[in-house]
């Protein structure tokens, strides 16, 4: 019982604030169905990033770990994206190919803007 008390009297006004506004984003996405793919774990990690005294960000927590195992070798960014390329639906493409312009002007944009910026200097 002193655990508990230890826990929850730890709790900062801050740890509320984002344990609201993480089950604002829950709630968004199950409820209304915004974006739930991107809302959904972001709100869960919002509330288990500040409930007091869990470890979780510590070495050896939870997020440490996966931290080290998805971010800092860049993982999660690749399955993020053949993600998202898995989902994207192509029967606008099919029914209109004239689009298929719009997505090479992208890439052409894309890599203009890096040769630009290589040309000033950026790195």
Known sequence: MQRLLVGLTSITWQNLVMMVIGGILIWLALSKEYEP???????????????PLTGMLDEGGLFKVLYDAGIE???????IFIGIGAMTDFGPLLENPIYMLFGAAAQFGIFGTMLIATLFGFK
């Open 73 to 79: 070798n860049e993982l999660f960014p690749l399955l």
């Open 37 to 51: 793919l991107l809302l959904l774990p972001i709100g869960l990690g919002c509330i288990l990033a500040n409930i």
